[in-house]
T-cell receptor, first 118, second 112 residues
Framework: GAVVSQHPSWVICKSGTSVKIECRSL??????MFWYRQFPKQSLMLMAT?????????EQGVEKDKFLINHASLTLSTLTVTSAHPEDSSFYIC??????????????FGAGSRLTVL | GQNIDQPTEMTATEGAIVQINCTYQ??????LFWYQQHAGEAPTFLSY????GLEEKGRFSSFLSRSKGYSYLLLKELQMKDSASYLC?????????????FGTGTLLAVQP
């Protein structure tokens, strides 16, 4: 089945620094990937849609200059949290559509990246 | 906009049956999904409905009524490992891209 790899799983950083999270589709090509954020005991909130070769589409209220998304290839999307602050501490999850065995409409999720900003 | 509602928490007994309801309002409906999520882990796909009716997959079944904006997930023969959050998600056609919008999730506790 489809596999999405997300790295790093855990990251702790100082306030003001930037953190990059990678999302890879391992055995299929993903023209579109989605980035979600999840706070404790809350559901997944869609942050942005990452499109290969073009600009990401951000949801209302998500700062595009703070959460930089790059989708340079059909198997890799990156999310960079710039000038991170403690309120950015969250669980960030990427997902990709498709892949053999998953069904064309099914999103496969990465394992998530837990960011803690000190 | 979109609005997806689920009960926040439910409790059930091992071996029993539980039904988790989901109601939704969306501008461009293009399918409804159920995902399971254990604490600290990524969601895993359970079921997908795009047409009205019941989809059965082992111990899990999902029902959809598009006219009522309603779905439910039915879990049979509950096991302790079924304790998790169950997320209802609606695929919303946003014009250029299908977006998957999640409800608040239902935390299910299975008791012995």
């Amino acid at each position: 089945g489809a596999v999405v790899s997300q790295h790093p799983s855990w990251v702790i950083c100082k306030s003001g620094t930037s953190v990059k999270i990678e999302c890879r589709s391992l055995d299929f090509q993903a023209t579109t990937m989605f980035w979600y954020r999840q706070f404790p005991k809350q559901s997944l909130m869609l942050m942005a849609t990452s499109n290969e070769g073009s600009k990401a589409t951000y949801e209302q209220g998500v700062e595009k200059d703070k959460f930089l998304i790059n989708h340079a290839s059909l198997t890799l999307s990156t999310l960079t949290v710039t000038s991170a602050h403690p309120e950015d501490s969250s669980f960030y999850i990427c997902s990709a559509e498709g892949g053999r065995g998953s069904g064309a409409n099914v999103l496969t999720f990465g394992a998530g990246s837990r960011l803690t900003v000190l | 906009g979109q609005n997806i509602d689920q009960p926040t928490e439910m409790t059930a007994t091992e071996g029993a049956i539980v039904q988790i309801n989901c109601t939704y309002q969306t501008s461009g409906f293009n399918g409804l999904f159920w995902y399971q999520q254990h604490a600290g882990e990524a969601p895993t796909f359970l079921s997908y409905n795009v047409l009205d009716g019941l989809e059965e997959k082992g111990r899990f079944s999902s029902f959809l009524s598009r006219s009522k904006g309603y779905s439910y997930l039915l879990l049979k023969e509950l096991q302790m490992k079924d304790s998790a959050s169950y997320l209802c998600a609606v695929r919303d056609w946003g014009g250029a891209t299908n977006k998957l919008i999640f409800g608040t999730g239902t935390l299910l506790a299975v008791q012995p």
